[in-house]
């Protein structure tokens, strides 16, 4: 009777090349050689089946550990790719990835990649702990620096304003040269100077100049039109289409800058609309008129 409860409990109520298990008695199972074995071997080959999934199912899950492993291994030697103390930091936790993806069992992959996990977690908590006491000594030394170069920074402001700006397009002008003037406007200027400080978006616009502009502006003379424009020439005595494209090219895409502000790091976003007119086509006077309405706000064509 165990035998027969044992074979309808593998079998279920159906077995190869017969009826159901229901149809097989004890007493034919005792008696019946054939019986026996036609039962006992369906019995033996769903254990067989069920063993091999069961298996496969492993050697899948096993595999795919393998990736997860691998991936969270990159992940950690990015973190550690901060310098030779961040490395000697995580190193260790590499080490335990690497036994985790040598394990043969699925227990001892898990058992290793908690391990690493939990590491990875504590030297995240001192590297975070680490930067931020990093963040705050460079947030002061900045803010030093930048009360110190701000009275510096309104002097060449001023000497680079809109009146000077004018006076060069008025030399331009009289000098016959084949030149464009640009404006670029940074309408969310006062929002970023109002959330950081005027030192910062000033540093921010600093950094545009220097990436964006500089090697355009002719001379390399950059006007503070008004606090959020900055106005300059260009060499335009090529193809007028070609003036467009270069600044398309620098002046098409937002400009981000990092830096440190309220002992945090931030990221500002700088996102501009431009204008330029050529010289020759259109009057000096015009050209500051649409400069002005378009430091206004009124769109113009560029």
Do not use: H
Request: proline share 2%.
């Amino acid at each position: 009777m165990p035998c027969l409860a044992f074979a309808k409990e593998v079998l279920g109520d159906s077995r190869p090349g017969g009826g159901g298990t229901e149809a097989v008695d004890a007493e034919a199972l005792r008696r019946d050689t054939g019986v026996r074995e036609e039962v006992f071997e369906a019995a033996l080959g769903k254990l067989r089946g069920w063993r091999e999934e069961q298996a496969r199912r492993e050697e899948e899950a096993r595999l795919e550990m393998q990736r997860l492993l691998a991936a969270f291994n990159r992940a950690v030697m990015a973190l550690a790719d901060g310098g030779e103390k961040a490395a000697g930091r995580f190193a260790s936790i590499g080490q335990t990835l690497e036994r985790a993806t040598r394990a043969d069992s699925l227990s001892a992959m898990r058992a290793a990649v908690y391990e690493a996990a939990e590491q990875l977690r504590r030297e995240s908590e001192a590297q975070r702990t680490e930067t931020a006491v990093q963040v705050e000594a460079l947030g002061k030394r900045l803010e030093e620096a930048r009360r110190q170069s701000a009275a510096d920074a309104r002097r060449v402001q001023e000497a680079r304003g809109r009146e000077a700006a004018i006076r060069a397009l008025g030399e331009a002008e009289a000098d016959g040269a084949r030149a464009a003037v640009v404006g670029v406007v940074f309408d969310l200027w006062g929002a970023l100077a109002s959330r950081f400080g005027e030192e910062v978006a000033e540093e921010a616009l600093a950094g545009f100049e220097a990436e964006r502009i500089a090697e355009l502006a002719v001379d390399g003379r950059v006007y503070a039109w008004a606090p959020q424009m900055r106005v300059w020439l260009v060499d335009a005595s090529g193809d007028a289409e070609a003036v467009r494209e270069r600044l398309e090219a620098a002046l098409g895409e937002p400009f981000e800058y990092r830096t440190v502000a309220g002992g945090r790091v931030v990221t500002l976003a700088l996102e501009g609309r431009w204008m330029w007119g050529l010289l020759g086509r259109t009057k000096g006077e015009a050209l500051i008129e649409e400069v002005d309405l378009f430091a206004a706000g009124t769109p113009i064509r560029r």
